[in-house]
């Protein structure tokens, strides 16, 4: 048996990305209907999977709930893992240390420089204890997302600090801040607001966004594969984008309303008309074909 982090689930399954260059899902779901339609479709495109709540969910289900998602996803036949998002509050990871999480994301944004250093190690530490491995963010990224706060302006990273920034909290997974937004996206979109490509068009270097250009790009060379990067900020993104952030060394993609804005739409056309059996059924179908097509876009199919 390998030892930790090597033998916790989350690890393998961005690693395996990594080696092999494509990215994982980490599909955000609030309800049964959306871990039965990541596992659903995880089993159906045999590709590996990461279902990922909210502190949102700690309070409103409980640990109860998180064991059952744990169960569900521990006993698909494709490898898929459960992780918490933007863990914020400390007492809300020390509450997720207790639960059958493979992985948290410590969100330490709130705090200065130093303060976000020793809340991440912290939890890093404490997740070694447990096997549960830990993705930060470093820098901030605009926007939110449910039950999260809105931030105003981004601060992005620096590729020249990552490599320490990393050996001194000890994460495995780092978010860059690197002009990705949490949805929806400002006009112009992710192909306006990223800066992945340090190769662009005489207007670009031109314009005020030229001294960030290729800045992912830096951010994964600075690192290299041995601490994958995720992405946030994917709503929407054009397939071309995704694609293009995976050739810059994102290995984990966040996804939420991308893939259930079709189930939220038949819902609120259907609530009422059909029983709830054949509402969940159908939901759950047409929850996990969308997770299927981004399996495709992310090049996960048949990787499990
Ligand atoms: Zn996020």
Same mark, same amino acid.
């Given at each position: 048996m390998s030892s930790f982090p090597a033998s916790n689930r989350t690890y393998q399954i961005i690693h395996d990305a990594a080696k092999r260059g494509y990215a994982v899902g980490g599909y955000c779901v609030y309800n049964t209907d959306g871990v039965l339609a990541v596992i659903r479709a995880a089993e159906r495109c045999r590709s590996p999977a990461i279902i990922q709540v909210f502190p949102w969910t700690l309070h409103f289900q409980g640990r109860h709930f998180i064991q059952f998602i744990a169960s569900a996803a521990h006993g698909a036949t494709v490898p898929i893992s459960v992780h918490l998002d933007h863990c914020l509050q400390p007492s809300d990871a020390d509450l997720a240390l207790d639960c059958a999480f493979d992985s948290i994301m410590v969100d330490g944004s709130m705090f200065d420089e130093e303060q976000s250093i020793a809340y991440v190690k912290r939890i890093v530490e404490k997740g070694r204890e447990k096997g549960i491995t830990i993705e930060a963010e470093l820098g901030r990224m605009e926007g939110g997302e449910d039950g999260l706060p809105k931030i105003e302006g981004s601060l992005l990273t620096d590729p020249k600090g990552v490599k320490s920034w990393v050996e001194r909290t000890g994460v495995h997974f780092l978010a860059p801040?690197?002009?990705? /937004?949490?949805?929806? !996206?400002?006009?112009?979109?992710a192909e306006k607001w990223?800066? /992945?490509?340090? !190769? /662009?068009s005489m207007l670009d270097r031109l314009s005020y966004r030229r001294a960030h250009y290729g800045r992912l790009k830096e951010i994964y060379e600075a690192l290299g594969p041995q601490t994958p990067l995720v992405l946030h900020?994917?709503?929407?993104?054009s397939d071309d984008m995704f694609k293009t952030g995976i050739a810059s060394g994102i290995r984990k993609v966040n996804l939420n309303r991308t893939v259930r804005n079709g189930y939220m739409n038949f819902l609120s056309e259907e609530s009422g008309k059909l029983e709830l059996t054949q509402l969940q059924e159908r939901g759950v179908q047409i929850y996990s074909e969308e997770v299927e097509r981004l399996m495709v876009v992310l090049g996960s199919v048949g990787k499990a």
């Open positions: 801040s690197f002009g990705n /937004v949490h949805g929806p !996206y400002p006009q112009g979109g990223w800066q /992945v490509d340090r !190769y /662009v900020g994917t709503h929407p993104c």
